[in-house]
């Protein structure tokens, strides 16, 4: 396959990643069973602020994004894309599916939104073309300070939550599954998205390599910002990181 047509389709599953993550947020939001952390934090934010949950989430994502720049951190091309496109599409699902009547109802429309995260972040990050601004955020703090990539994600994640809570945000069962079930559910899918043929990571023979600033390498290991996962996702993959140049 020919370098342009393959940065089309990678666009393109970009495009579909990001849309399909925002979707599973709204999903999770309707179940109303706890969320993930950044998503608590916006549904906090949407409390006290007049905007949508959608438009609330690309102003945090910008907000958040200013913060590279002491950490000096560069955005990619996907980075710029995740920023505006999950806010929108989770709008749209949120304004499209209601909220369920009943907790079994609620339970199967988390883990349908659980499911669908997975598949969104692997399917994003897949495409090699930059991580979230979240993810971002903590890979910055990692190398800027030299904390342990948990433990930036865990100081971050624990104050999000916190003051999302104190707003009003969603916390409940659904927060703590996300946070454990999210890391298992993205590792096994991402070996998929590597295969595809316009994969960076894949090579002529159909094995994959390392590609820098893709969030993958090989052999179904993931690199520091795919363990921590995307984006908005508020879904952070909890493998020990590997080493965090592979992602700048």
Not at 33 to 42: D, F, I, K, N, P
Request: with cysteine.
């Amino acid at each position: 396959m020919s370098r342009p047509t393959a940065l089309v389709f990678r666009f393109a599953q970009l495009a579909v990643g990001l849309f399909l993550y925002g979707a599973s947020t709204a999903l999770q939001v309707r179940a109303v069973v706890g969320v993930g952390s950044w998503t608590v934090l916006t549904q906090g934010l949407e409390n006290v602020l007049p905007w949508s949950f959608g438009v609330i989430t690309v102003v945090s994502s910008v907000v958040i994004l200013l913060l590279w720049i002491p950490l000096r951190q560069k955005p990619g091309i996907g980075t710029l894309c995740n920023v505006l496109a999950i806010g929108p599409s989770a709008d749209l699902v949120l304004w499209l599916v209601p909220e369920p009547d009943g907790l079994v109802p609620r339970v199967l429309l988390f883990a349908a939104g659980l499911a669908l995260l997975a598949v969104a972040t692997a399917c994003y990050i897949g495409a090699g073309l930059g991580t979230g601004a979240r993810d971002g955020l903590m890979v910055g703090v990692h190398e800027r300070f030299g904390w342990p990539l948990w433990l930036a994600r865990t100081v971050i994640e624990v104050t999000v939550v916190l003051v999302g809570w104190l707003l009003g945000g969603d916390v409940g069962v659904g927060t703590v599954v996300a946070a454990f079930a999210i890391g298992p559910m993205v590792q096994p899918l991402m070996p998929l998205f590597r295969r595809l043929p316009w994969s960076p990571t894949r090579t002529d023979d159909g094995t994959t390599r390392s590609v820098h600033g893709s969030g993958t390498t090989p052999g179904g290991d993931e690199t520091a910002a795919a363990r921590v996962a995307p984006c908005d996702s508020e879904s952070r993959p909890t493998a020990t990181p590997a080493r965090s140049s592979a992602v700048r």
